[in-house]
């Protein structure tokens, strides 16, 4: 009497992502616009940088943390109508290191822009990504009411 048994249902550790699997989750999640779940394969203090924005010397955005990533994801998401990011390519170099090259339209854009994402990676978690375009975008011309 007064003992009682606790039970784990998430007894079975979970087993940690290769880094095909990593890029292969990064694009899907992308492309369902889910940031948080694009930022949950990040590590805690990982960091995503980017060309889109621009910083205060011209240079690329540095996203430090999941929630700076998740924040400037959803940011990013909420004022695109609609994308899409076709994967075109993985090349792992070693259970660190990884590229994903791809093709990205939104409804912003006249033709998609290759592009493409160098990974580092640790502990089966994004330890850092940086996305760099390959081709400029081409703005969809307005067209009038």
């Known amino acids: 009497t007064g003992h009682r048994l606790l039970v784990h249902l998430d007894a079975t550790p979970q087993q940690a992502l290769d880094a095909q699997q990593l890029v292969r989750r990064y694009l899907a999640h992308w492309n369902r616009r ?9 590590a805690s203090e990982g960091q995503l940088v980017e060309s889109l924005s621009r910083s205060p010397d011209g240079g690329p955005v540095r996203h430090q943390g999941r929630s700076n990533i998740e924040a400037w994801l959803a940011d990013a998401f909420a004022t695109t109508p609609w994308l899409a990011m076709q994967l075109t390519d993985i090349d792992v170099r070693s259970e660190s290191q990884a590229t994903a090259s791809w ?15 160098l990974f580092v990676l640790a502990g089966g978690e994004i330890f850092a990504t940086e996305l760099q375009l390959l081709s400029s975008p081409s703005p969809r011309a307005e067209t009038a009411p």
Do not use: H
């Not at 093709?103 to 822009?113: F, G, I, K, N, S």
């Open 34 to 42: 889910d940031p948080r779940a694009v930022a949950s394969l990040f």
């Open 103 to 117: 093709r990205y339209m939104d409804a912003r854009l006249a033709e998609p822009v290759e592009g493409r994402n």
